[in-house]
């Protein structure tokens, strides 16, 4: 499957916003479409930094980073969702390894957060080489830990 990885476009909102809400996290937590396309409209509006990856023509999934959000000094991953249909295809992983692209010069580390709900995504963070390093009980609702995540920048000597 050819994938393309590219910078999301206003138009792009409403895609993202859908594949955000049908995710383990945006049901669990009651994401609503319009108002996850006015949060991701008004992400880029503001500067952020968000990607899609996009597969035979359509939104296949997408990614919001924060490229100092951690602690002011590392990457963080505000928020990764794939289309139902395309995961385990590997874009997931396309979209994982651009952000650690896009933000290999920042920082030693790469962060983010995952529900302890969301065993799966834990499962997939961990084949990726994230490791848990702390909770967030009751973070970002009530009666959920959010698991801090993670992965150390490899630094190869001269």
């Given at each position: 499957m050819d994938r393309i990885l590219r910078p999301m476009a206003k138009g792009d909102a409403p895609a993202c916003a859908a594949i955000a809400c049908a995710s383990a996290i945006g049901e669990r937590y009651g994401f609503e479409p319009a108002s996850m396309t006015r949060t991701l409209v008004t992400a880029l509006e503001s500067g952020g930094e968000l990607f899609v990856a996009e597969s035979e023509n359509r939104v296949?999934?997408?990614?919001?980073?924060?490229?100092?959000?951690?602690?002011?000094?590392?990457?963080?991953?505000?928020?990764?969702?794939?289309?139902?249909?395309?995961?385990?295809?590997?874009?997931?992983?396309?979209?994982?390894?651009?952000?650690?692209?896009?933000?290999?010069?920042?920082?030693?580390?790469?962060?983010?957060?995952?529900?302890?709900?969301?065993?799966?995504?834990?499962?997939?963070?961990?084949?990726?080489?994230?490791?848990?390093?702390?909770?967030?009980?009751?973070?970002?609702?009530?009666?959920?830990?959010?698991?801090l995540m993670v992965k150390k920048l490899k630094v190869t000597k001269p």
């Open positions: 296949a999934g997408f990614a919001w980073i924060d490229p100092r959000g951690a602690f002011s000094s590392a990457p963080y991953l505000r928020l990764i969702a794939v289309d139902e249909s395309l995961r385990g295809s590997g874009v997931g992983a396309a979209l994982l390894a651009e952000f650690e692209a896009r933000t290999v010069s920042v920082g030693r580390d790469w962060c983010l957060l995952v529900s302890d709900f969301n065993i799966k995504a834990q499962a997939f963070y961990e084949r990726h080489g994230y490791r848990r390093t702390g909770a967030l009980p009751d973070f970002a609702r009530e009666g959920i830990t959010e698991i």
